[in-house]
């Protein structure tokens, strides 16, 4: 079932990015879909989020959104790995600060 999503995420990603013309704004529209499947199916949500980044690797949001997610499914290791990989693109944006606040948090509660 994860091999057969898998594949079809991405032969949605490879015909969309000639439609699209504009891989940040696929990047953020698959983020964005990332983060309300999370509500639901968080490991739908992380495949679209790692599309996501593949879409756009110089998206500090896709990274952040990406990073939000994995914190959600309480994979911490991931979830800072995406955070400084965002922080390195563009620190001074606002999903990478709040990214930062959730794991001080996640820290804290440990």
Request: aromatic share 8%; charged share 25%.
């Amino acid at each position: 079932m994860i091999a057969f999503r898998n594949i079809t995420f991405l032969i949605i990603l490879i015909f969309s990015i000639p439609t699209f013309g504009d891989t940040e704004n696929l990047s953020n529209n698959l983020s964005i879909k990332a983060l309300k499947q999370s509500e639901t199916d968080l490991e739908l949500a992380i495949l679209l989020s790692q599309q996501s980044v593949v879409a756009d690797p110089k998206n500090a949001k896709a990274w952040a959104i990406a990073g939000k997610i994995y914190l959600l499914n309480k994979d911490f290791p991931s979830a800072e790995r995406f955070y400084e990989k965002a922080k390195s693109i563009d620190s001074s944006l606002e999903d990478v600060k709040e990214l930062e606040s959730l794991i001080n948090s996640e820290k804290k509660e440990e």
